[in-house]
């Protein structure tokens, strides 16, 4: 079977009604970066990004994966599926994704500040005084500006083998991550599924929402499948 990677973003999770931060409205137009997102602001003002990711994982609790989500795991009929994404949300889990690389983290796990060691959440919220079994205080198990993407070098050879390479919702203005199509050398196709998209030489640009250009294209391409 051919291999099919999908690279996600923030785009399709708007859809299940998540904030972005980048477009017009988004997050970053509420909260400064270097105030929430940064291990200096966690130094500097712990419960406040605390407060913030909590906020953001109470959203999440009341959002569900839309039609892209779903549509994608069809692929797993006459392929071999692997998601990489941007998303510290787990919609793609939820739809029943089953092969999965989160680059920036998992927005409902904690990890220790002492040896990064991971923990589940408990009732969806992380507040000052929760310890891990070591007693240090746990952050967020998101990676944020200025600090290394752990996955990278396993995306990257995810990417490597795609005979198609989808990405989905995603300005491709974030690095490293956004470097990732670069590596999608021996890819037949390069196609692109995005409204606001720019175009880019030797990628398909569908300019349309995944949660109505995804299931369209899925149904083209187990149709071609023989």
């Given amino acids: 079977m051919k291999n099919i990677v999908v690279f996600t973003g923030a785009g399709i999770s708007a859809e299940s009604g998540l904030g972005t931060f980048r477009d017009s409205g988004g997050l970053w137009d509420k909260y400064k970066i270097e105030e929430v997102a940064t291990l200096e602001a966690f130094h500097k003002n712990p419960s406040f990004v605390l407060d913030f990711y909590n906020i953001r994982r109470k959203e999440l609790v009341n959002s569900n994966p839309n039609d892209a989500h779903f549509a994608l795991n069809r692929l797993e009929e006459k392929f071999n ?8 949300d ?6 029943g994704t089953k092969n999965i690389l989160h680059l920036h983290g998992k927005l409902m796990e904690s990890r220790s500040t002492l040896d990064n060691k991971i923990y589940s959440i408990k009732e969806h919220e992380l507040n000052i005084g929760d310890y891990c079994e070591k007693g ?11 600090e290394e993407v752990p996955n990278m070098d396993q995306a990257i050879e995810i990417v490597k083998k795609a005979n198609i390479f989808i990405i989905i919702g995603t300005s491709l203005n974030v690095y490293p991550a956004a470097s ?15 409204p606001k998209s720019s175009s880019y030489e030797g990628i398909e640009v569908i300019r349309k929402k995944a949660s109505i250009a995804v299931p369209k294209l899925v149904d083209e391409l187990l149709c071609c499948v023989i």
């Fill in 81 to 88: 599926l692997s998601i990489i994404t941007q998303n510290i």
């Fill in 136 to 146: 240090c205080q746990l952050r967020p198990n998101v990676v944020w500006f200025g």
């Fill in 180 to 194: 990732l199509v670069d590596y999608a050398k021996i890819a037949d196709r390069v196609i692109l599924i995005d």
């Fill in 90 to 95: 787990d919609l793609h889990e939820r739809s």
